[in-house]
């Protein structure tokens, strides 16, 4: 049986999260591509200011005892190739996990191809042909062993690493340093004047697209909230649609999980705020581009389950937690945002 209280508060935060991802225009693979393509550091800016909201709002929250810490555990191996791998699926699929989920809710055909290849590719690394690849890369023993802490630490609720745990030091003193350091580098101005969105207080909302500051902040309490309503985790897209797709193989509902209705949540939310923007059209591009978009969604599922998580997972969820899983699997996740993009469109 489906947990319904499970099954409503994914839908209401994932309704939530689409419509403001669709309004931001949020997705990584722009934020980190663009900063390479076209010196523009715009969404790169409401990426910082997402994780300073979340990790403030984390570990606030684990503080009061409402929630404990769960970072990823740290395969080093598995974070390194799995990031790796993302990276390039992103810019092949012209989307990150999150961006091209939401798209789907504008009507991109492509996105939705992206999609099916991200499913399909999940799956047959998790339990499929590649499976051998996983298990090689996630060992029980041996160097590729997973690395755990003897002492957690206040507020983490397994023996995963975070920066933290692995100083022995209280986890506000890296709250504050790295928040600080995000701030200042938020402050610091490139490319002129931010264009001022003009208009009444409804068109700001639902008619024009949002600042990026806006969009740091409304990512990040939809990200507390998540984490409030589940316990267990922040936002994940990549995690919900293995759950949707494996359902569907299986005709097994207990494969459904919280992720599962909070993507299709985000579909449903980016289609009603594209639709009131008048910003929904049924939209497909030419084969070749959807033969690419379809490899790009099957690498990204493919990286996504040798790395643990996706995107949202690694960046937006994990890196607030300090886990250390997901600062490297994160950082690999942008160094092959960059060589795949460095490739595709830079080089000749």
């Given at each position: 049986?489906?947990?319904?209280?499970?099954?409503?508060?994914g839908?209401?935060?994932?309704?939530?999260?689409?419509?403001?991802?669709?309004?931001?225009?949020?997705?990584?693979?722009?934020?980190?591509?663009?900063?390479?393509?076209?010196?523009?550091?715009?969404?790169?800016?409401?990426?910082?200011?997402?994780?300073?909201?979340?990790?403030i709002?984390?570990?606030?929250?684990?503080?009061?005892?409402?929630?404990?810490?769960?970072p990823?555990?740290?395969?080093?191996?598995?974070?390194?190739?799995?990031?790796?791998?993302?990276?390039?699926?992103?810019?092949?699929?012209?989307?990150?996990?999150?961006?091209?989920?939401?798209?789907?809710?504008?009507?991109?055909?492509?996105?939705?191809?992206?999609?099916?290849?991200?499913?399909?590719?999940?799956?047959?690394?998790?339990?499929?042909?590649?499976?051998?690849?996983?298990?090689?890369?996630?060992?029980?023993?041996?160097?590729?062993?997973?690395?755990?802490?003897?002492?957690?630490?206040?507020?983490?609720?397994?023996?995963?690493?975070?920066?933290?745990?692995?100083?022995g030091?209280?986890?506000?003193?890296?709250?504050?340093?790295?928040?600080?350091?995000?701030?200042?580098?938020?402050t610091?101005?490139?490319?002129?004047?931010?264009?001022?969105?003009?208009?009444?207080?409804?068109?700001?909302?639902?008619?024009?697209?949002?600042?990026?500051?806006?969009?740091?902040?409304?990512?990040?309490?939809?990200?507390?909230?998540?984490?409030?309503?589940?316990?267990?985790?922040?936002?994940?897209?990549?995690?919900?649609?293995?759950?949707?797709?494996?359902?569907?193989?299986?005709?097994?509902?207990?494969?459904l999980?919280?992720?599962?209705?909070?993507?299709?949540?985000?579909?449903?939310?980016?289609?009603?705020?594209?639709?009131?923007?008048?910003?929904?059209?049924?939209?497909?591009?030419?084969?070749?581009?959807?033969?690419?978009?379809?490899?790009?969604?099957?690498?990204?599922?493919?990286?996504?389950?040798?790395?643990?998580?996706?995107?949202?997972?690694?960046?937006?969820?994990?890196?607030?937690?300090?886990?250390l899983?997901s600062?490297?699997?994160?950082?690999?996740?942008?160094?092959?945002?960059w060589?795949?993009?460095?490739?595709?469109?830079?080089?000749?």
């Open positions: 049986m489906i947990d319904t209280s499970l099954m409503i508060s839908l209401v935060v994932g309704i939530i999260f689409g419509f403001v991802l669709q309004r931001g225009r949020f997705c990584m693979n722009s934020a980190f591509r663009d900063i390479i393509l076209m010196k523009e550091y715009t969404l790169l800016k409401a990426v910082g200011l997402a994780i300073v909201v979340q990790m709002g984390f570990h606030l929250m684990a503080t009061m005892g409402y929630i404990q810490l769960y990823k555990t740290v395969y080093w191996g598995a974070m390194i190739v799995g990031g790796f791998v993302f990276g390039v699926g992103m810019v092949l699929a012209a989307g990150c996990a999150s961006g091209t989920t939401y798209r789907v809710g504008e009507g991109m055909m492509g996105s939705f191809v992206a999609l099916l290849g991200l499913m399909i590719g999940g799956v047959i690394t998790s339990g499929g042909a590649l499976m051998e690849l996983k298990s090689y890369l996630q060992p029980t023993e041996g160097f590729l062993k997973a690395i755990t802490a003897d002492n957690p630490g206040p507020y983490v609720g397994n023996s995963n690493l975070t920066l933290a745990n692995v100083f030091l209280n986890p506000w003193i890296f709250v504050i340093i790295i928040s600080i350091i995000i701030m200042a580098v938020l610091w101005k490139r490319g002129g004047e931010e264009t001022k969105v003009e208009g009444t207080l409804y068109e700001k909302i639902f008619k024009k697209g949002w600042n990026w500051w806006i969009t740091g902040i409304a990512i990040g309490i939809v990200g507390i909230i998540a984490f409030l309503a589940l316990k267990k985790y922040a936002l994940g897209i990549s995690g919900g649609w293995f759950g949707f797709l494996d359902a569907l193989i299986t005709g097994n509902p207990e494969k999980n919280w992720f599962t209705f909070l993507v299709i949540g985000v579909v449903i939310g980016a289609a009603v705020a594209a639709g009131i923007a008048g910003e929904f059209k049924l939209r497909a591009p030419n084969a070749r581009r959807l033969l690419q978009q379809f490899i790009g969604g099957l690498v990204m599922g493919i990286g996504a389950v040798i790395g643990t998580a996706c995107n949202i997972g690694h960046i937006l969820s994990g890196i607030p937690q300090l886990a899983s600062i490297l699997g994160g950082a690999f996740i942008i160094l092959g945002c060589v795949a993009a460095y490739i595709m469109f830079l080089r000749g």
